[in-house]
Nanobody, 124 residues
């Protein structure tokens, strides 16, 4: 099983970026997906989560109204659309999947599947 994040890069403050995470090796259509990030020198933090059918989403207060999580179960992929990016959004972004409600993805302990990260850098 592999979760591969992609789409990171360098963007100016106020810009937009979309990161993706595609899973291979098994289907994740029944799993809740989540995005986390870790800035250099800081602890990993929860960003967003989405239920198995996309009907429920949950966001960290710091990204609410700017970021949108979505998923395409036919492609085994989760997305994070990031708008109005700020320098403090700079971090390595990781996808994750588990059987839990979206609001409990913020409790990252015990999450079964983690993807490799993708770097997002926002310049001021």
């Amino acid at each position: 099983v592999q979760l591969q994040a992609s789409g990171g890069g360098l963007v100016q403050a106020g810009g937009s970026l979309r990161v993706s995470c595609e899973a291979s090796g098994r289907t994740f259509s029944s799993y809740t997906w989540g995005w986390f990030r870790q800035a250099q020198g800081k602890e990993r933090e929860f960003v967003a989560a989405i239920s198995w059918n996309g009907g429920s989403t949950y966001y960290a207060d710091s990204v609410k109204g700017r970021f949108t999580i979505s998923r395409d179960n036919t492609k085994n992929t989760v997305y994070l659309q990031m708008n109005n990016l700020k320098p403090e959004d700079t971090a390595v972004y990781y996808c994750a999947a588990d059987f839990r409600l979206p609001e409990y993805m913020r409790l990252s302990n015990g999450i079964n599947y983690w993807g490799k990260g993708t770097q997002v850098t926002v310049s001021s």
